[in-house]
């Protein structure tokens, strides 16, 4: 994977908008695939990156992209959703990730509440309350389907509002 931006395909799973990718990679990718469950995002987002190839999907069903073709997966602040399997979509991701392949997750480690303040934390779901250790345990979650995997990179840096993991085959 450590060739340069435009001579990869990149995933990018819960893209939102795309805002983000704009910052992250600019224009340099060979290919570009952006999934969502949101299908205003979607559109937004296809507005940003004509040439990219959007699916509206989940996460644990990206069957329209082939099997290790993948170079970059990301996944921002998407894997603690309550809409989110999991474990499937490790496995979607180890399907589809090259062998050469990197993948960086994020998992928030912060809620803003209707005031505006900040706590460190995620409001589990169907829960009243924002507990702290809840990013770390979803964490926990993915890093264990990653290791179920036999992925042996796995890496995690924990910042003052969310929680990377980055992993490598």
């Known amino acids: 994977m450590y060739g340069k931006l435009n001579e990869l395909a990149i995933l990018n799973v819960g893209c939102n908008d795309a805002t983000q990718m704009e910052k ?11 999934v969502d469950i949101g299908i205003r995002s979607l559109q937004l987002a296809k507005k940003s990156f004509p040439d990219s190839k959007v699916l509206y999907t989940n996460a644990d069903d990206l069957s329209d992209i082939a099997d290790n073709s993948i170079d970059l997966y990301l996944s921002f602040r998407t894997y603690n959703s309550s809409f989110f399997n999991i474990e499937g979509s490790i ?22 509440d209707s005031d505006g303040n900040f ?3 995620l409001k589990p779901h169907s829960k009243d309350y924002v507990d702290e250790a809840y990013p770390f345990e979803i964490t926990g979650f993915i890093v264990y389907y990653l290791s179920k995997c036999d992925f042996k990179n796995i890496c995690i840096l924990n910042s003052f509002y969310e929680i990377y993991i980055y992993i490598t085959r």
């Open 24 to 34: 992250l990679i600019g224009r340099n990718f060979k290919e570009l695939y952006l």
């Open 91 to 112: 496995s979607e991701l180890n399907r589809v990730l090259s062998d050469n392949g990197a993948a960086i997750l994020s998992i928030p480690n912060g809620y803003v």
């Open 119 to 121: 706590s460190h934390g």
